[in-house]
């Protein structure tokens, strides 16, 4: 099992822009494909950005121009940064660990972070 932890999180205006971080547990955490899922009020969590082990990365279509997902392996981190952020950005986020296809809805176990707010302020 891999331990999660986001952080950076936090209040931020229209516009802005906040890096989250992901650090994980243990070698395997390296090698499995990470995924960044958020959930806003009264909504179902949505898968955002997902990155493998190797770095191949992809984000979804809602935030596609805006957020980057990359990842440091030496320091079992992987990132989230956020640009251009809008009211519809504001939501808890999660990160989760797992084989690709189990973070894309498939089967497999996943590990999952505590999340971090992000509050985006008009």
């Known amino acids: 099992q891999v331990q999660l932890a986001e952080s950076g999180g936090g209040l931020v205006q229209v516009g802005g822009s906040l890096e989250l971080s992901c650090t994980g547990s243990?070698?395997?955490?390296?090698?499995?494909?990470v995924g960044w899922f958020r959930q806003a009020p009264g909504k179902q969590r949505e898968l955002v950005a997902a990155?493998?082990?190797?770095?191949?990365?992809n984000v979804a279509e809602t935030v596609k121009g805006r957020f980057t997902v990359s990842r440091d392996n030496a320091k079992n981190t992987v990132y989230l940064q956020m640009n251009s952020l809008t009211l519809e950005d504001t939501g808890v986020y999660y990160c989760?660990?797992?084989?690709?296809?189990?973070?894309?809805?498939?089967?497999?176990?996943?590990?999952w972070g505590q999340g971090t707010q992000v509050t985006v302020s008009a």
């Open positions: 990155i493998t082990g190797s770095g191949n990365s």
């Open positions: 243990g070698s395997i955490f390296s090698i499995r494909a």
């Open positions: 989760a660990s797992g084989q690709l296809r189990a973070i894309h809805g498939g089967t497999g176990s996943i590990s």
